[in-house]
Nanobody, 124 residues
């Protein structure tokens, strides 16, 4: 079955950077688009970024454009999220998941069950 293991979260000061990783297994990773999502306390999970199966195309939520970069390594079955200029309101649990394409991911349509996510806390 689909397994997704997120890592790389932590405590960072406002304006700082983090790089998240998501190791995937249980499906043909290179055949699926991948996405990152986040859920802040008391809020619904929201789309952050997506990348096509080849890595050639990316999509971002307006709130993170220019600061976050999604990438993938199909040889390692891993997707990454480089986050720069982090803001306190971006404190959340960050999750990854697979989808048919970037558009479906941006609408929250995902293939697998949600993993445990990785906590990102932006605070001074």
């Amino acid at each position: 079955q689909v397994q997704l293991v997120e890592s790389g979260g932590g405590l960072v000061q406002p304006g700082g950077s983090l790089r998240l990783s998501c190791a995937a297994s249980g499906f043909t990773f290179s055949s699926y688009a991948m996405g990152w999502f986040r859920q802040a306390p008391g809020k619904e999970r929201e789309f952050v970024a997506a990348i096509s199966w080849s890595g050639g195309s990316t999509s971002y939520a307006d709130s993170v454009k220019g600061r976050f970069t999604i990438s993938r390594d199909n040889a390692k079955n891993t997707v990454y999220l480089q986050m720069n200029s982090l803001k306190p309101e971006e404190t959340a649990v960050y999750y990854c998941n697979a989808g048919i394409d970037r558009w479906n991911l941006s609408k929250g349509s995902v293939r697998g069950s949600w993993g445990q996510g990785t906590q990102v806390t932006v605070s001074s």
